[in-house]
């Protein structure tokens, strides 16, 4: 049984909200109103058992509590770390969450693209498709003269298809066997895509381009990924790098800061020549993530995805949605270069 204590502790929480307001419906039907303005999020426990040691967010998928405002009450609780500290996951890290689940999953939860990183919207844009092709023609338009591409951590290619089709010569890097097979069927031998580890590449490129494959490496290949991306790059080549960041972290922070990162560069030998950054486009990709996942929920559970994973993705969707919302996440496209002496 739940403790007296334990919920008084989070009924205490809830009293030191000090931004926006949550309806907080107990087990007993009744409710109780915190905090006031915006964002304004609904909470319903359906058993106590729900504040049991576990977070919050092992609990949601437990089935234990619901919220027809999902993303606004994780809008709420991210903006009151005082009040809510690690009651969210930190986000799912998309491309090695992926491993094991298969294609079928993703293709009910991205655009027609296979797209698994931040688009970039504009006002008006009507779809996920459009913002994802405005993201890789961006990156396209950023490229130096040459036309060979090391694209690592290519997924299930939709960049290189995109590259393909503007004529460049295509290399695509991934440890997933399923994107490779994915990857090779639709662009038909356009380009080369390799099952490898991107430390295993000895080739040189006009340009290269990976696009948040820096966020599934552990920190301590950080220095190893740049010093890669600077040893396999020509003469005058051009570096498009897209990367999540964070604007304050830890030693051991998973997630970058831009400072860090400026940091790994300028130690590899690179030359920080531009960033861009669209973090509002990344809370609008996870939302969209979400409600793909919602509306595609009869089909994943036949596909025997059951409740708890499809509870446990849609809490993390929700999460890195209002990280990005709330600003404690970015994402940048950054340019790097360097001048190689001449041997």
Same mark, same amino acid.
């Given at each position: 049984?739940?403790?007296?204590?334990? /919920? @008084?502790?989070?009924?205490?929480?809830?009293?030191?909200? &000090?931004t +926006?307001? #949550?309806?907080?419906?107990?087990? =007993?039907?009744?409710?109780?109103?915190f905090?006031?303005g915006?964002?304004?999020?609904e909470?319903r426990?359906?058993?106590?058992a729900?504040l049991?040691?576990?977070?919050l967010? /092992? @609990?949601?998928?437990?089935g234990?509590?619901?919220?027809? &405002?999902? +993303?606004? #009450?994780?809008?709420?609780?991210? =903006?009151?770390?005082?009040?809510?500290?690690?009651?969210?996951?930190?986000?799912?890290?998309?491309?090695?969450?992926?491993?094991?689940?298969?294609?079928?999953?993703?293709?009910?939860?991205?655009?027609?693209?296979?797209?698994?990183?931040?688009g970039?919207?504009e006002?008006?844009?009507?779809?996920l498709?459009?913002a994802?092709s405005?993201?890789?023609?961006?990156?396209?338009d950023?490229?130096?003269?040459?036309?060979?591409?090391?694209?690592?951590?290519?997924g299930w290619?939709?960049?290189?298809?995109?590259?393909?089709?503007?004529?460049?010569?295509v290399?695509?890097?991934?440890?997933?066997?399923?994107?490779?097979?994915?990857a090779?069927?639709?662009?038909?031998?356009?380009a080369?895509?390799r099952?490898?580890?991107?430390?295993?590449e000895?080739?040189?490129y006009d340009?290269?381009?990976?696009?948040?494959?820096?966020?599934?490496?552990?920190?301590?290949?950080?220095p190893t990924?740049?010093?890669q991306?600077?040893?396999?790059l020509?003469?005058?080549?051009?570096?498009?790098?897209?990367?999540?960041?964070t604007?304050?972290?830890?030693?051991l922070?998973?997630?970058p800061?831009v400072?860090?990162?400026?940091?790994?560069?300028?130690?590899?030998?690179?030359?920080?020549?531009?960033s861009?950054?669209f973090?509002?486009s990344?809370?609008?990709t996870f939302?969209?993530?979400?409600?793909?996942?919602?509306?595609?929920?009869a089909r994943l559970?036949?596909m025997?995805?059951?409740?708890?994973?499809?509870r446990?993705?849609?809490?993390?969707?929700a999460?890195?949605?209002?990280?990005?919302?709330?600003?404690?996440?970015?994402?940048?496209?950054?340019?790097?270069?360097?001048?190689?002496?001449?041997?």
């Amino acid at each position: 049984m739940i403790s007296t204590s334990r /919920k @008084s502790r989070f009924l205490d929480s809830c009293a030191r909200i &000090s931004t +926006g307001n #949550l309806r907080l419906y107990t087990p =007993s039907g009744h409710h109780q109103d915190f905090g006031q303005g915006a964002p304004a999020a609904e909470m319903r426990i359906h058993d106590w058992a729900a504040l049991s040691g576990r977070s919050l967010a /092992k @609990s949601y998928a437990a089935g234990l509590w619901d919220s027809d &405002s999902l +993303g606004a #009450l994780c809008a709420l609780m991210l =903006s009151n770390p005082h009040a809510f500290k690690h009651s969210l996951p930190r986000g799912i890290n998309t491309p090695t969450k992926g491993v094991g689940i298969g294609n079928e999953f993703f293709q009910l939860l991205l655009d027609p693209g296979m797209s698994l990183s931040a688009g970039l919207f504009e006002a008006g844009d009507p779809d996920l498709s459009q913002a994802q092709s405005r993201k890789y023609n961006r990156v396209l338009d950023r490229l130096a003269p040459g036309l060979s591409i090391l694209d690592i951590g290519c997924g299930w290619g939709s960049f290189a298809e995109r590259a393909a089709d503007r004529g460049y010569d295509v290399t695509g890097l991934t440890l997933n066997a399923g994107q490779k097979g994915y990857a090779d069927a639709r662009l038909d031998g356009r380009a080369d895509i390799r099952h490898q580890d991107f430390r295993k590449e000895h080739e040189i490129y006009d340009n290269i381009v990976s696009i948040e494959q820096l966020n599934t490496l552990s920190p301590r290949l950080w220095p190893t990924f740049f010093a890669q991306l600077r040893s396999r790059l020509a003469q005058g080549g051009r570096i498009v790098l897209q990367a999540v960041t964070t604007p304050d972290a830890g030693p051991l922070s998973p997630v970058p800061t831009v400072e860090k990162l400026q940091k790994l560069a300028k130690n590899a030998g690179l030359t920080w020549k531009d960033s861009f950054s669209f973090g509002p486009s990344y809370a609008r990709t996870f939302a969209t993530w979400q409600n793909q996942l919602e509306t595609n929920n009869a089909r994943l559970s036949h596909m025997d995805f059951d409740t708890a994973f499809q509870r446990e993705w849609r809490i993390a969707l929700a999460a890195s949605s209002a990280r990005f919302r709330t600003a404690q996440r970015d994402v940048l496209q950054i340019d790097l270069t360097h001048q190689r002496r001449n041997q």
